[in-house]
């Protein structure tokens, strides 16, 4: 489904449809056929039945209990994200009344339509590619191959196929403001982890929550200024790569990285990150943005390295995913990309397939990037798990 359950648009939103058994008709919110418009979230669901059992909520769940004699007071909005899906790293963050939708793109250096293996399978996604390849989508149907914008806005009522973003509608400025308040809102309230890259020490529930771990209304501010890939922003960009957090200095490698070309003056810090950076994950986007700016020969050896050599897969998959946006320059990587594609590890071995069909020339969109053999193996598997005996 492109476009759909994956991305954050309105493909995420899924029926609810709710039976009440006539001895519990006194818990419904209203006579049978009823429709209710406030949102629901499917983190919601599980305080829901606890207040269903009279059973108390623990406070480390997200959601609220719409059902029961717990049930909070109708919510005005429905929250959404994305993330890293399989082998393909992105962040967007998302906020909908049901009515209008807000987005924010944190990795607005990424198109839309990464390559993801498992998606790859269905004929729509390579059907879609092949027209882009070809030259024969309209403007809005090309947009999927694009790089985003920080900020999305849509009417859903006018443009349910939200393609046309309203974010500098003047009409739509205090609605706009109203939604982006409740999204920051919602992400402080969640602790919202997405901004620590995968394998970072302080990844997690209980490591992020530490005194000073995870500074998390900085890092947004430094997020949202990275990501407007504002050329102003560089001298902030620079000093904040000195900074002793991690994660801070992540998003302001992340931020040099998405200026592209405009992060010019920043070479020299950016050659002292790959050289000296407690961080693997801040050298990577140092190295990449790097790779891009100069060609240079020690940030592409960092990234050919980390791919080949650093024990966690996910560091590995992020050194992978950077290789495959450096051009042909990833050549100089074919032997480790050719070790990933024969990975023990799906996500690895899916993008490392990718990688060595789009450098050997071969890739069309129906290259066989999936391990269908390998899924069917895991298929098999929790069918016999879930099998009885006989």
């Known amino acids: 489904m492109p476009r759909g359950k994956r991305f954050c648009y309105d493909g995420m939103r899924c029926a609810l449809i709710i039976y009440f058994p006539k001895k519990w008709a006194h818990l419904a919110p209203g006579k049978a056929g009823t ?16 207040s269903l059992l009279g059973l108390p909520i623990p406070s480390y769940m997200q959601g609220k209990p719409f059902l029961g004699p717990a049930a909070a007071k109708p919510q005005k909005f429905a929250f959404g994200m994305r993330n890293r899906m399989d082998e393909r790293y992105d962040m967007i963050r998302t906020v909908t009344d049901g009515r209008y939708r807000y987005l924010r793109n944190y990795s607005p250096h990424r198109i839309w339509g990464q390559h993801g293996a498992f998606m790859w399978q269905a004929r729509s996604y390579q059907d879609w ?9 309209n403007q809005a149907q090309e947009r999927f191959w694009q790089k985003k914008g920080f900020e999305e806005f849509y009417d859903l009522e006018m443009d349910p196929d939200e393609v046309k973003n309203l974010i500098l509608d003047p009409g739509q400025q205090a609605r706009i403001s109203e939604m982006r308040q409740a999204l920051d809102t919602h992400m402080i309230e969640v602790n919202d982890n997405g901004f620590i890259p995968d394998g970072c020490p302080i990844e997690g529930y209980e490591e992020s929550r530490k005194q000073g771990a995870y500074p998390l209304r900085r890092i947004m501010d430094l997020a949202a ?24 200095r992540y998003w302001a490698a992340q931020g040099l990285l998405i200026l592209g070309n405009k992060a010019k003056d920043a070479i020299p810090n950016m050659q002292k990150v790959v050289a000296d950076d407690l961080s693997v994950h801040v050298r990577i986007a140092a190295a990449e943005a790097l790779v891009n700016l100069t060609g240079d020969s020690e940030a592409m050896k960092l990234l050919i390295r980390t791919l080949d050599k650093n024990p966690n897969a996910r560091v590995r998959l992020q050194a992978l995913n950077a290789l ?5 320059r990833a050549r100089l990587a074919l032997g480790e990309i050719q070790n990933a594609a024969e990975s023990d590890d ?14 050997e020339g071969t890739y069309t969109p129906a290259s066989p990037c999936y391990d269908t053999e390998w899924a069917a193996g895991v298929g098999a598997r929790r069918k016999m798990l879930v099998t009885p005996p006989k």
Do not use: Q
């Open 35 to 50: 429709v209710v418009t406030a949102p629901v979230s499917f983190v919601d669901l599980a305080p829901t039945l606890l």
């Open 225 to 248: 200024v990275a990501a407007k890939g504002d050329a102003t922003n560089i001298p902030r960009l620079r000093k904040e790569l000195s900074d002793p957090n991690d994660v801070v």
């Open 324 to 328: 495959t946006y450096v051009g042909d």
């Open 346 to 359: 799906e996500y690895l071995r899916d993008a490392g397939r990718y990688l060595k069909f789009v450098l």
């Open 129 to 137: 590619e092949t027209a882009h390849l070809a030259g024969t989508l």
